[in-house]
């Protein structure tokens, strides 16, 4: 089962290929996705690791929460599922 984490205040250079290429250091990814503007394609400054197992999701969250990349301390958590956020 595939566990997918929440990487915010991401660079705005940052691509697909450099967030998955951070990120692999810590385990098998499936996918690395920077989410992007639809009308510019700019990125929106946050994006989504798919890890293979949950075990290399919680080393990259120890591992890189709080970190910086490119001057920029991230946000790295397990990413809410839709449909579960209700309060």
Same mark, same amino acid.
């Given at each position: 089962?595939?566990?997918?984490? &929440?990487?915010?205040?991401?660079? &705005?250079? *940052?691509?697909?290929?450099?967030?998955?290429?951070? &990120?692999?250091?810590?385990?098998?990814?499936?996918?690395?996705?920077?989410v992007?503007?639809?009308?510019?394609?700019?990125?929106?400054?946050?994006g989504?690791?798919? &890890?293979?197992?949950?075990?290399?999701?919680?080393?990259?969250?120890?591992?890189?929460?709080?970190?910086?990349?490119?001057?920029?301390?991230?946000? *790295?958590?397990?990413?809410?599922?839709?449909?579960?956020?209700?309060?």
């Amino acid at each position: 089962m595939s566990v997918k984490v &929440f990487v915010g205040n991401l660079p &705005f250079a *940052v691509n697909d290929e450099k967030l998955k290429t951070e &990120f692999s250091k810590f385990g098998n990814v499936e996918s690395a996705r920077v989410v992007t503007d639809k009308h510019t394609n700019r990125s929106r400054g946050y994006g989504f690791v798919e &890890f293979t197992d949950q075990a290399a999701a919680e080393a990259a969250i120890q591992g890189m929460n709080g970190q910086p990349m490119e001057g920029r301390p991230l946000t *790295v958590n397990l990413a809410k599922t839709q449909g579960n956020e209700r309060a």
